[in-house]
């Protein structure tokens, strides 16, 4: 685990003009911050061009991933100003098809889209302007050893980043996109993971689970520096069907294995969510006096043969029919790993992810029903219905 982040010093400039020299940074051990660099001027520009708007707006990181992309699309739908930043233009095709699938394409035109990145300092100056609330969905997600560093930089320093920006341009609310992966650890008289439960460092945890709980670190650390937070941990996510490959997100790769001819399927289980009921729970939260709380997000607790199977029958192929116990799983693995490192080849499946697919974990999402009332979509029928648009 990377160590925790200092507490941040920030500059102050109050009153934005473009006529004055930039404000000196201070570096930290992972990330760089300074305080309001751009106040309220109307029809001019600030710092490094950036437009300062009438009105306040909201900031969205991974808007091209599964999450981000609906999350925009209900924002838009709900009358919000929404900044999304990216990566790479080709990614915001992957966005577009979202609204394209669900009939909504004149509504992606009001995406004001800022190329940025949340590892560098200087294009999130220009993404935090004129931003009142921040919905931190960026992640990178894997579960392959050799890109543990690059999940610490990205999920833990990158968090950092936005929480420091967020602290100093004094966000109203902020809210982090987590994961179940960074909820604790049963002790033994437990049956149920809940947001209460401890995480045990003793106990083994993917490079995944790591990056995503030091990431939580960061955002409770906004929180003690002032910061209003959500934390909200989703399940396994799923998402619509794409059409083509190239714009798979989250999700689609386990509907490409079914699609292919999945033969294996395995009796674990966890928790599993749609992506509509993740974006409108998040927005519920946000929109709430609920702050400073985190929340597991799950509809249901399912066994992997049962939803590998409504996969099958939504994409009208042939399920999953031979069991792979553990002890497959765990030669599978090993064998991968050393097929990859002979041919340098990305792994296809770890040891995180064959001990996940026998797991039996169980999640309870009492904490959310309980708090807005939450009903969540029943996740056989999302995946039947998604299935036909």
Known sequence: MASAISKSKYNINDNCNSNKKLLTS????????????????????CLFQAKTYLYKMVLVTGGTGLVGSHL????????????????????????????????????FEKIEWLEADILDIPSLEIAFNSIEYVYHCAALISFDPKDEEALRKTNIEGTANIVNFSIAREIKKFCFVSSIAALGDLAAHEIYITEETDWNPEKPHSDYAISK??????????????????????????????????????????????????????????????????VKTALQLMKSDIKN???????????????????????????????????LMNFLWIADGIFSTLFFQKRRLTKATAKASYSKNLYSNEKI??????????VHEYVKNISKL
Request: proline fraction near 4%; charged fraction near 25%; charge should be neutral.
């Open 26 to 45: 201070i570096p930290l051990n992972l990330y760089i911050s300074r305080k309001n660099l751009c106040n309220f001027e109307p029809l001019s520009l």
């Open 293 to 327: 709380e985190r929340f597991t997000l799950i509809a249901d607790n399912i066994v992997f043969k049962d939803i590998l199977n409504t996969i099958a029958d939504a994409l009208n192929v042939k399920r999953p029919h031979r069991h792979a116990k553990p002890a």
């Open 72 to 107: 925009l699309l209900h924002l838009i739908e709900n009358g919000e100003n929404v900044r999304a930043i990216y990566r790479s233009q080709n990614n915001i095709e992957k966005t577009k098809s979202v609204f394209e699938l669900y009939k909504k394409t004149e509504l």
């Open 213 to 278: 709980y030091g990431a939580e670190m960061e955002v409770w650390r906004g929180h003690q520096e002032g910061l209003d937070v959500i934390i909200i941990n989703p399940g396994v996510i799923l998402g619509p069907i794409p059409k083509e490959q190239s714009k798979q997100q989250g999700s689609s790769e386990l509907y490409a294995k079914v699609a292919n001819g999945l033969s294996f399927y395995t009796l674990g289980n966890t928790g599993f969510i749609s992506v509509d009921d993740v």
């Open 369 to 378: 029903k309980t708090a807005l009332g939450t009903v969540f979509l029943d």
